[in-house]
């Protein structure tokens, strides 16, 4: 089992940075593909960025490349996701999850695990 935790949310103005982080229990994790999605209110989750288990690989949503960065410290457990530019469209839940399979994927049902979410709000 694999529980995640995300933090980082907040309010922000367009233009502003945000930095999320989401922690993850288990000694497996460095093994894992880890991914973070986001919800806007009304609409479906969709994909944002996804590692692979060494972070040797990464891919991004065409919305937020160029503005996203995704990273990760198997030391520390944590993947984070450093955002900047931001956007009003940028506001969502951004959820962090886990696929236990070290390749990563942009596809929401790969994920095995979820967190509950953090909320980021990027007012015009």
């Known amino acids: 089992q694999v529980q995640l935790v995300e933090s980082g949310g907040g309010l922000v103005q367009a233009g502003g940075s945000l930095r999320l982080s989401c922690a993850a229990s288990?000694?497996?994790?460095?093994?894992?593909?880890m991914g973070w999605f986001r919800q806007a209110p009304g609409k479906e989750r969709e994909f944002v960025a996804a590692?692979?288990?060494?972070?040797?690989?990464?891919g991004y949503a065409d919305s937020v490349l160029g503005r996203f960065t995704i990273s990760r410290d198997n030391a520390k457990n944590t993947v984070s996701l450093q955002m900047k530019r931001l956007k009003p469209e940028d506001t969502a839940v951004y959820y962090c999850?886990?696929?236990?399979?070290?390749?990563?994927?942009?596809?929401?049902?790969?994920?095995?695990?979820w967190g509950q979410g953090t909320q980021v709000t990027v007012s015009s």
């Open positions: 999850a886990a696929r236990t399979i070290a390749t990563m994927t942009g596809r929401e049902s790969d994920y095995d695990y």
């Open positions: 288990g000694r497996t994790f460095s093994s894992y593909a």
């Open positions: 590692t692979s288990w060494s972070g040797g690989s990464t």
